[in-house]
């Protein structure tokens, strides 16, 4: 009658592929219990980590557990206990892990009626409320795990692929605040066909790299020529950790998200740890507190 999960933070876009790559962190994420109970609906009854709302239709994980809810119309209820640890706006799906990890939980003791693409459309509905708009690259990844490509958001469609073994990402976390909504208006509504050549070809390669291993391929289609070089400015020193990252034989890095998180991949566990501290090294010069995390994809 109670099942405790973890809710894993999550990379979007992967640089090329805006609103529709992303991947999943194994070992960063949030917690929460789920509990069955008599009463009707869906409670909030503790949140640890960051001040959050506990009414259900202003919370996240609340508003997509609602959403299953009202389909599966059970005779009882539930209760959520929130223990975050993805400080939202941080730039690795905080949200999503909220609106993911409910409905989840909630899946399973519900005897899982509900595939991974059914509880990706729940999850939607939390993530809108906070971010008001309806993406799906970091919800996908939370869910069925590794690298996803949403290939569509209406109707949802959402393709699973490899994950190349040893593949680690570094994250580095500045502490300042970026909203996606603010992040994704300083974007061009028109980009240049050139711009968009280069793009998909990207994302095509970038997705026959996870299918073939092909680790150096996977590097040379970890650029994005779209929406990077605004977002950019929003993050300090951007240019400097992803040089450091590059220098120091990461494969690629780039912003996670809409920032202000910044992303590095890495082949092996050792190579990660380097770049993790030529990042902090880039980032210990100024005066912008962060935190550096790694984990394996
Ligand atoms: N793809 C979205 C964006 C992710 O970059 O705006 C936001 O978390």
Same mark, same amino acid.
């Given at each position: 009658n109670e099942i405790k999960i973890f809710s894993p933070a999550t990379v979007a876009n992967v640089s090329c592929g805006f609103d529709v790559l992303g991947f999943c962190l194994d070992t960063i994420g949030d917690e929460m219990i789920i509990r069955k109970t008599n009463k009707k609906g869906i409670h909030i009854t503790k949140i640890e980590g960051y001040d959050l709302p506990f009414e259900a239709e202003k919370n996240v994980a609340g508003v997509s557990a609602l959403a299953m809810l009202e389909d599966a119309n059970p005779d009882f209820g539930f209760e959520l206990e929130i223990y975050k640890n993805i400080k939202p706006g941080s730039g690795v799906g905080s949200s999503s892990a909220s609106a993911v990890g409910s409905v989840f939980g909630m899946n399973e003791l519900l005897g899982k009626p509900y595939n991974k693409t059914q509880l990706t459309n729940f999850a939607m509905k939390g993530e809108a409320l906070a971010s008001q708009c309806e993406h799906a690259d970091n919800i996908a990844p939370a869910i069925f795990g590794g690298f996803t490509l949403v290939k569509s958001v209406a109707p949802l469609e959402v393709l699973q692929l490899p994950t190349p073994k040893d593949l680690f990402a570094v994250i580095i976390h500045p502490q300042i605040e970026i909203k996606?909504?603010?992040?994704?208006?300083?974007?061009?509504?028109?980009?240049?066909?050139?711009?968009? !050549?280069?793009?998909?070809?990207?994302? $095509?390669?970038?997705? =026959?790299?996870?299918?073939?291993?092909?680790? #150096?391929?996977?590097?040379?289609?970890?650029?994005?020529?779209?929406?990077?070089? =605004?977002?950019?400015?929003?993050?300090?020193?951007?240019?400097? *950790?992803?040089?450091?990252?590059? #220098?120091?034989?990461?494969? $690629?890095?780039?912003?996670?998200? +809409? $920032?202000?998180?910044? %992303? +590095?991949?890495?082949? $092996?566990? +050792?190579?990660?740890?380097?770049?993790?501290?030529?990042?902090?090294? *880039?980032?210990?010069?100024?005066? !912008?507190? %962060?935190?550096?995390?790694?984990s394996e994809i």
């Open positions: 996606t909504s603010e992040s994704r208006a300083i974007l061009p509504k028109q980009i240049a066909l050139q711009d968009a !050549i280069t793009q998909w070809s990207n994302v $095509g390669s970038l997705v =026959h790299a996870l299918h073939t291993n092909d680790y #150096e391929l996977l590097s040379r289609s970890l650029t994005d020529v779209v929406v990077e070089p =605004h977002r950019s400015q929003l993050i300090p020193h951007f240019k400097d *950790v992803r040089k450091a990252a590059l #220098e120091n034989g990461a494969l $690629g890095c780039g912003i996670s998200g +809409s $920032g202000p998180s910044i %992303f +590095s991949l890495c082949y $092996g566990n +050792s190579t990660a740890q380097k770049v993790a501290q030529a990042i902090k090294n *880039v980032y210990s010069k100024t005066e !912008i507190p %962060f935190e550096v995390y790694v």
